[in-house]
């Protein structure tokens, strides 16, 4: 059963603009998110996180968004400079265990 | 500076055969995660360290899976009797404390297994 969904395998975005990747949970028990990018053969490294206490939260280029009526993240990147292309994987903790719960991860291509 | 380290970096093993992965956490962390990411799937929660406290199991898909961690740093994942569902990239995490709210999780490279 998968708790996070991102349920976009892959996104295309051309340089400059902004890049929208949404991520949506089933569990209304999770109440800490976040973003991780992955490179090719490298592990996932942090992006970004978001209590359930907030609604937005801003790092630079990077910005997720928390609605939780609708149980959705975004994160949003801009503006989006190739180097950005990457798999982004969002993950939710809930506030009664351990465990982080992963998506399948989107494949994000910023062309030059 | 001193990362999250796995090993070895590809495991090539015939089926039935145990293996052990190796992640060493980045130093002073005491949380530490394992993950298992089997093609086209996410990262599926395995097993969880903190301290010296006894480990969160509750993600360990059988009990051909065990984990131990010694001395609150390294760690060893073992699969007994490799079955070839079993292959996938695993990975593990460590990080200074488990739910702070500026939590970061580091992640080694990962050990890519291939049970034949």
């Known amino acids: 059963d998968q708790q996070v969904k991102q349920n976009s395998p892959s996104l295309s975005v051309q340089e400059g603009r902004i890049s929208i990747l949404n991520c949506d949970y089933t569990n209304s028990m999770f109440d800490y998110f976040l973003w991780y990018k992955k490179y090719p053969a490298e592990g996932p490294t942090f992006l970004i996180s978001i209590s359930s206490i907030k609604d937005k939260n801003e790092d630079g280029r990077f910005t997720v968004f928390l609605n939780k009526s609708a149980k959705h993240l975004s994160l949003h990147i801009v503006p989006s400079q190739p180097g950005d292309s990457a798999v982004y994987f969002c993950a939710a903790n809930p506030n009664t265990g351990n465990q982080f719960y992963f998506g399948t991860g989107t494949s994000l291509t910023v062309i030059p | 500076g001193a990362g999250v380290s796995q090993s070895p970096s590809n495991k090539v093993t015939e089926k039935g055969k145990d293996v052990e992965l190796r992640c060493d956490p980045i130093?002073?962390?005491?949380?530490l995660y394992w993950y298992r990411q089997s093609l086209g799937q996410g990262l599926e929660f395995l097993i969880y360290f903190q301290g010296n406290s006894a480990p969160d199991k509750s993600g360990l898909p059988s009990d051909r899976f065990s984990a131990e961690r010694t001395g609150g740093s390294v760690s060893t994942l073992t699969i007994q009797r490799t079955q070839q569902e079993d292959s996938a990239v695993y990975l593990c995490?460590?990080?200074?404390?488990?739910?702070?709210?500026?939590?970061?999780?580091?992640f080694g490279p990962g050990t890519r297994l291939t049970v034949l």
């Open positions: 130093s002073g962390h005491t949380a």
């Open positions: 995490a460590s990080s200074l404390a488990p739910r702070l709210a500026a939590n970061e999780q580091f």
